[in-house]
């Protein structure tokens, strides 16, 4: 059962003084704000997956395999995860706004090259540093919510984010898809970099500094790093850094393996498919709508995270259990996924807005760390389902479940909940 917690005070700014001090944004321009760090945020998983649907055109055209051009996938991964690690606690240093300008800027460059490269070796290097100018965008966009928020409004806010996290990889192939109708793989390309130049019009008009110098890490670049150094040292925020790691993993493995799933092994139509990944969205929605909802209420953000990894565990075990005893069945893989993906929804805001209190004197290390680890596990687990059969949803369901599980241990292990460290107005940021 959740029970409330006493009802946080919607800032603590106003315990905070001198350079400490985050003035409270008029509520116009936060949402000017959030609405452009949210589309920050959805860039990546966007440029991730957008095309998929044209893998075999691209590599008749490039005259490659199609294990070369899956590696044009991994490279745009691996240089998110290298872009976090690297942006986030530099940007701690040097503030937000030039980091930010800088990487939206890279992002809509390398989008054009790879529009228009020759040969696959260009493409994948051109990915690559697609995926660290893009990963400004989504690490920034955390360090810049936690410089400017405080107290309840934070994890309502980063709310947003992780809905947009969620739902951006569902919405890819399919946009991915509607433009290859009308056009070749290289036009999805040239979209993401009118998307980049958008972005940069978006952020040069709505995105000030955030963190001003008098608040700026100090010790240069190398003591950016130690303060990275020191997060990963402290039992607390690693447990929510890998409880969000591997509640990832889960939803990467169920985007790799949900089309064979229900495609393959239960034999639906690819409009049926999009519909019901569309409706599993939709579920992660409504869990983020409603974590915003319960958080303003006064609910503990341990609450709402340990009951969803509770709920993602309960629709794997029981897709587990479904295929062990009864059998394939459409009708309940779809139920026990709706359940996990759901649930998610709740871990992802919970688990980030914790880590974030936690790492608030650096909020770009603590960014990088839960951004960079969160996109390392997901890469790490897409190819795992595939590996192990092809005949069977029983592969993507242990998957999902050991993933849980390990959140789980993660969370009770090195979070301990029970002392409520990042609560809203608990006092334990570091």
């Known amino acids: 059962?959740?029970?409330?917690?006493?009802?946080?005070?919607?800032?603590?700014?106003?315990?905070?003084?001198?350079?400490?001090?985050?003035?409270?944004?008029?509520r116009g321009s936060a949402m000017a704000l959030l609405a452009v760090l949210g589309?920050?945020?959805?860039?990546?998983?966007?440029?991730?997956?957008?095309?998929?649907?044209?893998?075999?055109?691209?590599?008749?055209?490039?005259?490659?395999?199609?294990?070369?051009?899956?590696?044009?996938?991994?490279?745009?991964l691996a240089g998110l995860v290298v872009g976090q690690l690297l942006i986030g606690p530099i940007s701690d240093g040097?503030?937000?706004?030039?980091?930010?300008?800088?990487?939206?800027?890279?992002f809509a460059v390398f989008s054009l090259v790879c529009a228009f490269a020759p040969s696959l070796g260009l493409l994948t290097a051109a990915r690559f540093l697609q995926g660290v100018a893009g990963a400004a965008g989504m690490v920034l966009a955390r360090a810049v919510l936690t410089d400017r928020f405080q107290g309840a409004e934070l994890p309502r806010y980063f709310a947003v984010l992780s809905q947009v996290m969620g739902v951006a990889p569902i919405a890819a192939p399919v946009l991915g898809g509607a433009i290859l109708t009308v056009s070749t793989w290289?036009?999805?390309?040239?979209?993401?970099t009118v998307l980049g130049v958008l972005l940069?019009?978006?952020?040069?008009?709505?995105?000030?500094?955030?963190?001003?110098?008098e608040r700026r890490h100090g010790g240069g670049v190398a003591g950016t790093f130690r303060a990275m150094g020191g997060l990963l040292a402290r039992r607390a925020f690693m447990g929510y850094v890998l409880a969000l790691a591997l509640a990832s993993a889960a939803?990467?493995?169920?985007?790799?393996?949900?089309?064979?799933?229900?495609?393959?092994?239960?034999?639906?139509?690819?409009?049926?498919?999009?519909?019901?990944?569309?409706?599993?969205?939709v579920g992660?929605?409504?869990?983020?709508?409603?974590?915003?909802?319960?958080?303003?209420?006064g609910v503990r953000l341990n609450t709402l995270l340990g009951a969803g990894i509770c709920l993602a565990g309960l629709g794997a075990l029981g897709q587990v259990l479904l295929v062990v005893t009864v059998g394939e069945t459409l009708a309940g893989t779809w139920a026990t996924l709706f359940v996990t993906v759901g649930a998610i929804g709740l871990v992802f805001p919970a688990a980030m807005s914790i880590g974030q209190t936690l790492g608030r004197a650096t909020p770009g290390a603590a960014s990088a760390l839960l951004?960079?680890?969160?996109?390392?596990?997901?890469?790490?687990?897409?190819?795992?389902?595939?590996?192990?059969?092809?005949?069977?949803?029983?592969?993507?369901?242990l998957i999902m479940l050991i993933a849980v599980a390990g959140a789980g241990v993660a969370l009770v292990a090195l979070g301990r909940p029970w002392r409520g460290e990042g609560e809203p107005g608990h006092g334990h940021a570091a």
């Open 251 to 281: 939803l990467f493995a169920y985007i790799s393996g949900s089309s064979f799933v229900f495609e393959n092994l239960h034999g639906v139509s690819s409009t049926t498919y999009s519909l019901v990944f569309a409706g599993n969205a």
């Open 39 to 76: 589309s920050l945020t959805a860039v990546a998983p966007l440029a991730t997956d957008m095309y998929v649907p044209g893998f075999p055109a691209m590599g008749d055209a490039l005259g490659a395999s199609s294990s070369a051009v899956q590696l044009t996938m991994t490279a745009f």
């Open 371 to 397: 951004g960079g680890l969160q996109f390392l596990f997901g890469a790490l687990a897409s190819p795992l389902v595939g590996l192990f059969g092809e005949d069977s949803s029983l592969p993507m369901a």
């Open 284 to 297: 992660m929605l409504v869990a983020g709508a409603s974590f915003s909802r319960l958080v303003g209420r």
């Open 94 to 106: 040097l503030g937000r706004r030039k980091l930010l300008i800088g990487g939206v800027t890279g």
């Open 186 to 192: 290289r036009a999805v390309f040239a979209v993401l």
């Open 1 to 26: 059962m959740i029970s409330p917690s006493p009802s946080p005070s919607r800032s603590t700014a106003s315990q905070l003084t001198g350079a400490d001090a985050v003035p409270a944004a008029p």
């Open 200 to 213: 940069l019009l978006a952020v040069v008009r709505a995105v000030p500094e955030s963190l001003p110098p």
